[in-house]
């Protein structure tokens, strides 16, 4: 029988119920005629591209075919090759809003801002008397627009010229009593985040302040945490609170706000805590849309693929200790920006930045461990009844097996053996046989819970095939015998630098009288 490997994350309050848990993968639709409506992709690596100051990497933007990154207390500017050139220093130490009106580009720190000017290169802090300081920025029809920190207000620059303020251009988004949380500019307007409602103003064309409150477009939906406001896909996506409550994910349909999370994420978002520090992103890649929301008190990630409408988990591996279990952390990724044809993110811990590259299949080289685990029986299967569970196949794509040795254009060094060699100094350099080398022949590991995911048996790992053996099966036989719950959770993992296309599994069993 089809057992339902397939699917999205959901992960419930009762993991009784549902325990489907899915980390670096992600499902895609296949068309008709597939072999499977759908399969599970592995979630794209990071390749390092530079390491651009100390870091970490608050804010990435891009404009007149220039990366501007800023890393710690600097900002950078890179070139189509990633040399770097240090333009200032900035203040703070979370994340940074950015945004140019063509020339200029306007670095907000939630206080302190800066603006660069690319053609004349002058870089310097706003001094203007009249600046309040900046939350975030905007730019529209010729003004940058911002936030006061802490306060209901909006400003607006002079036109095309970030430097200067007149103390007059200013506005209250006090359509409720709540304080800005954040702004944003989508198709020529502006987004008002408030604690509890969201406001759209647009250019009114009025003398001083020249936006005006759109009528009719009052949403009781406000925002969490300010840096998880993003836009794709002809919409926003937000971490939402209201008078209600926080901790719901939505986007914009029109001018009002629909929930895309679900229970189990928002069981999720409830244990961290803190979500105020919530920071999200979004990206493109190969026809997904993806929307990347990371909260740092939490130590996690989750990501929505606007294609499929399915969430699942994004994370790096961190390997344990004698004191601490290895265990998934957040995604390393803090920002992004498109640039020179990639997909390009900044890390949340040091300066480096990465591209996303779904040919990689580790983390800056790090181990980009995948995991699924699933119910091994489909909705109303179960009777309540032992099962003895024979066998289980998983129909992956197989013969992903790296060619370690040789490299091409070099000679072959060592065989398939392992051994010793002794140079003048005395030293001793052991080399590793093929089999010991990550990717060489990548294996898959299995283990199952019996207690709904309680409990775990050890892991049973079988290989997906050296390079080229395409016909490899990768199968696991004797499970054994559902006990307690009668009940039983299946879960797949790996960590080898290899592809991984997940298209189904077949699970053999005999039910029991028991």
Known sequence: MKTPILGSAYVARSINAADNRMVNLFPEIVPEGGKEPAFLNRAPGLRLLANVGQGPIRGLWTFNNIGYVVSGTQLFKIDANYNKALLGNVSGTGPVSMTDNGTQLFVACNGPSYIYNSVTTAFSQINDPDFTGAGQVGYLDGYFVYNEPNSQLLWVTS???GTQVDPLDFASADGSPDGVVGIIVDHRELWVFGTKTVEVWYDAALEGFPFQRMQGAFNEIGCAAAYSIAKMDNGLFWLGADARGQGIVYRSTGYTGQRISTHAIEYAIAQYGTISDAIGYTYQQEGHSFYVLTFPSGNATWVYDVATQAWHERG??????NYNPAQFTRHRSNCQMFYNNEVIVGDFENGNIYAFDLDVYSDNDAEQKWLRSWRALPTDANN???TAHHSLQLDCESGVGLGVYPADGENTLVNQSDFEITTENGFSLVTLPYPDWAGYNPQVMLRWSDDAGHTWSNEHWSPMGKIGN?????????????????DRVYEISGTDPNKIV??????LLSPTNA
């Open 159 to 161: 036109l095309l010229d």
């Open 470 to 486: 395409y016909s490899q099966r990768v199968f696991w036989r004797r499970l054994g015998m559902t006990m307690k719950l009668r």
């Open 316 to 321: 790096a591996w961190t390997m344990g200790t």
């Open 502 to 507: 997940i298209m189904g599994a077949e699970l």
């Open 384 to 386: 309540l009844k032992r």
